[in-house]
T-cell receptor, first 112, second 112 residues
Framework: GESVGLHLPTLSVQEGDNSIINCAYS??????FIWYKQESGKGPQFIID?????DKRQGQRVTVLLNKTVKHLSLQIAATQPGDSAVYFC???????????FGPGTRLSVLP | EAQVTQNPRYLITVTGKKLTVTCSQN?????MSWYRQDPGLGLRQIYY???????DKGDVPEGYKVSRKEKRNFPLILESPSPNQTSLYFC???????????FGAGTRLSVL
């Protein structure tokens, strides 16, 4: 696999438990946020997004929460499965600008 | 199948030997971008393109060139690679800037 995650914080959870991955974003003007999942040897894959006019958005087994007051984003994964093992990172954008700022990521390890 | 295709996936080269990493998307996306990913760091943008013949520098453009002669292709060129360009590279595309990006599988480059 790729060595991209050598120095990343790691979250270990038991299979079936819920996972919460956090992201502190940098710019209070950011109004669009995306969570990506990156499995070993693959490119980042879109999971869920949220705009700043929302506090919460739900997908299939995933929920993103946005707290603009403290510039914090979280990704909740329900009933974590072995296939959820990956690096997760957030990206922020301002006003449909061309540039996304990406966080360094968190490695999620699912224990059997 | 909608996808972003990068080639090669792995490349080992020597300092100063020009190389090109190709990127092609079949989704008719206007926006394309190149990133590098290094351990402990988020994705950093090298160059981007808003449309055919429209390219601009990202955050870390030094030592790289790009071209966008056709909508589907966005090659990354290293005229004289150096060891500090050893990294994992990703190409991405999206319908327009500020939208969800779709990533290729990555190119692992080692410059000796």
């Amino acid at each position: 696999g790729e060595s991209v995650g050598l120095h990343l914080p790691t979250l270990s959870v038991q299979e079936g438990d819920n996972s919460i991955i956090n992201c502190a974003y940098s710019n209070s003007a950011s109004d669009y946020f995306i969570w990506y999942k990156q499995e070993s040897g693959k490119g980042p894959q879109f999971i869920i997004d949220i705009r700043s006019n929302m506090d919460k958005r739900q997908g299939q087994r995933v929920t993103v929460l946005l707290n603009k007051t403290v510039k914090h984003l979280s990704l909740q994964i329900a009933a974590t499965q072995p296939g959820d093992s990956a690096v997760y990172f957030c990206a922020e954008n301002i006003n449909y600008g061309q540039n996304f700022v990406f966080g360094p990521g968190t490695r999620l390890s699912v224990l059997p | 199948e909608a996808q972003v295709t990068q080639n090669p996936r792995y490349l080992i080269t020597v300092t100063g030997k020009k190389l090109t990493v190709t990127c092609s998307q079949n989704m008719n996306h206007e926006y394309m971008s190149w990133y590098r990913q290094d351990p402990g760091l988020g994705l950093r943008q090298i160059y981007y393109s808003m449309n055919v013949e429209v390219t601009d520098k990202g955050d870390v453009p030094e030592g790289y060139k790009v071209s966008r002669k056709e909508k589907r292709n966005f090659p990354l060129i290293l005229e004289s690679p150096s060891p500090n360009q050893t990294s994992l590279y990703f190409c991405a595309s999206s319908p327009r800037q500020g939208n969800i990006q779709y990533f290729g599988a990555g190119t692992r480059l080692s410059v000796l």
